[in-house]
């Protein structure tokens, strides 16, 4: 069926380091993805999209990587911040290409960042 | 910077009780959702709104739930009869091309 997951449920790492967030999708057809920074007790904050037409896309300190050939998304943060930690969540838009139809989120992965 | 609000930020009640959560969306967006997320899992769509219908709803969207858009600025969620299992955090969102969630509401069910 169509998903989309994580790699790794957690990350630790120091400030100062960079940080490589990754998610695994399956279908396909899907054209526009989306990363989300949950904080604890907060909704999920907009952090970049991307459109398939698009490999790459950069935001501040953000990067959003698409490979469509193995379906495969990720976020790197620059130089990771204590602000930084939270649990990062990728979605999926499934209304054709559009960004107006439901978000299909994956599981989420924990960011911890060490002062 | 505009924002999603959600009213109340927790909300107790008890099994079979009616709830209705609150949002009011950001001012110039058209689209609306509802989404709930069970402690400690992902965030499952509910349900799209768009010009005062239902655009799209998922299986758990059944018909103990409705959604209405009474005025201007308000777009609440309804439960008719809550059950144990709906326990969880519920956000709103709204969008003019990016989806923007509000914080949530908590609703424990007991």
């Known amino acids: 069926g169509e998903s989309v997951g994580l790699h790794l449920p957690t990350l630790s790492v120091q400030e100062g380091d960079n940080s490589i967030i990754n998610c695994a999708y399956s279908n396909s057809a899907s054209d526009y993805f989306i990363w989300y920074k949950q904080e604890s007790g907060k909704g999920p904050q907009f952090i970049i999209d991307?459109?398939?037409?698009?490999d790459k896309r950069q935001g501040q300190r953000v990067t959003v990587l698409l490979n469509k050939t193995v379906k495969h998304l990720s976020l790197q943060i620059a130089a990771t911040q204590p602000g930084d930690s939270a649990v990062y969540f990728c979605a999926e838009n499934k209304a054709g290409g559009t960004s107006y139809g439901k978000l299909t989120f994956g599981q989420g992965t924990i960011l911890t960042v060490h002062p | 910077e505009p924002e999603v609000t959600q009213t109340p930020s927790h909300q107790v009640t008890q099994m079979g009780q009616e709830v209705i959560l609150r949002c009011v969306p950001i001012?110039?967006?058209?689209?609306f959702y509802w989404y709930r997320q069970i402690l400690g899992q992902k965030v499952e769509f509910l349900v799209s709104?768009?010009?005062?219908?239902?655009?799209?709803k998922s299986e758990i969207f059944d018909d103990q739930f409705s959604v209405e858009r009474p005025d201007g600025s308000n777009f609440t969620l309804k439960i008719r009869s809550t059950k144990l299992e709906d326990s969880a955090m519920y956000f709103c969102?709204?969008?003019?091309?990016?989806?923007?969630f509000g914080p949530g509401t908590r609703l424990t069910v007991t």
């Open positions: 991307i459109r398939s037409n698009m």
């Open positions: 969102a709204s969008s003019a091309g990016e989806q923007y």
């Open positions: 001012s110039n967006h058209l689209y």
């Open positions: 709104f768009y010009n005062n219908e239902i655009s799209e």
